[in-house]
């Protein structure tokens, strides 16, 4: 959902500068600079605090998957020690070569996860352009309203013997 919400606020953000570029001269014009500069600056703030709230569930994720395998490995000797147990070599680095075979699938899983969703996210956003129908239609009223014909052109860029031939000679 946090990756959707960001693809939404940035979009967002984008298509209102956009619009203020591209009416950049209506905008200096009506002395609109400071009324679309605080438009886009509460676009930015909503996309800055979702932008945080996802790095801290990231920072939370990275926490639990690098973090949460060193306490359960130290955990469990310790746990082993005090039931009586004696740790020798051999039980110690198989036991470490273990919990690290199973710390790696706690570090993959929720950034495969996190990939699959952005990956989903991303196919939707292009299904959706991808399914719109064409827009551009030069002609949707039917009329020839505005319509430049040429017929029988000649068209040269430069200086030519012929075109001044065409035109009675120089």
Known sequence: MGQMKRNMLADSRV???NEALQGMRTVKLLA???FIEKRILAERANEVTTL???AYHRAKQAFLSFGLPTVATTATFVLYRALGNELDAATVFTSVGLFEFLAMSLVILPNLINEVKR???SIKRIEKLLIQDDTFNPNKS???KGR???TNGNFFWGHSESSDEAQ???
């Open 168 to 170: 009675g000679g120089a």
């Open 52 to 54: 945080r709230t996802m």
């Open 15 to 17: 298509k209102l500068l």
């Open 142 to 144: 039917g009329d020839d």
């Open 148 to 150: 430049v014909v040429v």
């Open 32 to 34: 609109w600079e400071a």
């Open 119 to 121: 990956v989903t996210i």
